[in-house]
């Protein structure tokens, strides 16, 4: 298929600045395409992984995506989408952000497929005076001001500083055409206003018809953004968010939700996604449970996918997967569950000899992040040890609590921890 008709069939496409031109460009191909992102912190999440994705399906069907990454821009900061301006990173600490996100992203394109590169490279080296005469005159104020990202900001205050962020992302396209002969420009919908005045910054200074392509604002069923979580963004480094509570956050998206988070996050074959939207009940679980797989071998690795999986069984209960369900993943479709893969956390004699606050194990795993929380969740009933509920706060866990050396802490239907008595 055409690169542009993949990613409209999965759904990546919302405006485009020439849909016929950029199906043409594809079909003459290959072509180079970027997407950018500012490295405001040390890790990437699942909202820039939906754009990754698209660079993905790119390198798939033979062009060539840039990564790039912001390292000038994330001295400005790009008001788009913001309430107030964001803090001010150091260079230091931008530099130390791209170092572990290229580790990232080289893990993502493991073939080698992307260009991966630093607009601080030419960003850092302009001289301001010549910057305005040469760039700057070919910006409109007014329709600027006409944009959506900073008619919000001026009700709130919109600094100079972030002002000028439109005429450096425009730049960045100007640059990696020059470059790279770099000719489509993607990102997330707040970035129309930028990827037009790249695109018309180009033609002024290169007489280059390049192309914008924006996806949509990924947001749930439930009208919330998708890839937060009540504990924060749901991150690709396994440091910040390991990989099973990684693939726990995709095996409990919102039914509503499974089919689009196929075509999003997997590269399964959408004849095989598109009949997950007639599947309910335990098919449909099934479907989580590939989603939940697949996303996760793709950021994780296999072998990670795998453990996840089998510890996602455990905890929950394990059962076969049918064949005839999205056949083209490489899940695991016999049930093997094994205690030893789940999340696993450990007690001393000693503390269940003198009896273990429970509201203290609760924050130990993680479960809860503060003694008020811990409290909380045991008065609403969300806590049990194996399947009996408890509604004491001052639990004390003891030895009795454990068979043969080990206790299953659960938190509602999502968290189960595996504690294990040592010594």
């Known amino acids: 298929m055409n690169a542009f008709d993949v990613l409209q069939e999965r759904g990546f496409v919302q405006q485009c600045t020439d849909a016929d031109a950029v199906r043409a460009m594809f079909a003459a191909g290959p072509v180079t395409a970027y997407v950018g992102y500012d490295p405001t912190a040390d890790s990437l999440h699942v909202g820039h992984l939906f754009s990754l994705m698209s660079l993905m399906h790119l390198a798939r069907t033979g062009n ?23 803090q001010m990173l150091t260079r230091e600490a931008i530099l130390t952000n791209i170092a572990r996100i290229k580790g990232q992203v080289a893990k993502l394109f493991g073939d080698g497929s992307a260009i991966v590169e630093n607009n601080d490279s030419w960003l850092l080296e302009l001289r301001y005076i010549d910057f305005l005469r040469d760039i700057g005159r070919h910006f409109s104020v007014n329709r600027m001001l006409s944009a959506e990202a900073y008619k919000i900001r001026l009700e709130r205050g919109l600094s100079f500083i ?3 962020y439109q005429l450096l992302q425009a730049y960045d396209f100007h640059e990696l055409c020059k470059r790279y002969n770099c000719t489509l420009q993607m990102g ?22 390049v192309q914008g392509l924006t996806s949509p604002l990924l947001m749930t069923a439930a009208g919330e953004k998708m890839g ?26 919102d039914d509503r939700d499974v089919a689009r988070m196929l075509g999003f996050f997997t590269f399964l074959p959408m004849t095989e996604v598109r009949a997950v939207w007639k599947l309910d009940g335990r098919d449909l679980n099934a479907a989580k449970a590939i989603l939940a797989f697949e996303a996760t071998r793709i950021v994780h690795g296999d072998a990670e996918a795998t453990t ?6 455990a905890a929950f209960g394990g059962r076969e997967l049918p064949a005839n369900i999205l056949p083209s993943s ?10 030893e893969s789940m999340p696993t956390a450990h007690v001393t004699a000693a503390e269940l000899a003198a009896g273990l606050p429970l509201i203290e194990l609760l924050r130990r795993t993680e479960i809860a992040d503060s003694n008020g929380a811990a409290r909380r969740l045991i008065q609403q009933g969300g806590v049990r040890i194996g399947d009996a509920k408890v509604d004491d706060e001052k639990k004390l866990v003891t030895a009795a609590d454990f068979v043969d050396g080990v206790m299953l802490l659960k938190s509602g239907k999502k968290k189960v921890f595996r504690i294990v008595a040592q010594g």
């Open 228 to 253: 937060k979580t009540a504990a924060g963004a749901v991150w690709l480094d396994p440091q910040k968010l390991s990989p099973y509570d990684y693939y726990q956050y995709w095996v409990n998206v």
């Open 188 to 209: 997330g919908d707040d970035q129309w206003s930028n990827i037009l005045a790249g695109v018309d910054l180009c033609r002024r200074l290169l007489q280059k018809q």
């Open 162 to 164: 972030e002002f000028n």
């Open 308 to 313: 996840a999986h089998t510890a996602a069984q």
């Open 64 to 86: 060539k995506p840039i990564v790039l990454m912001g390292g000038g821009t994330a001295m400005v900061g790009d008001p788009s989408g913001k309430t107030e301006m964001r």
């Open 330 to 339: 490489a899940v695991p479709r016999v049930a093997s569950a094994t205690a």
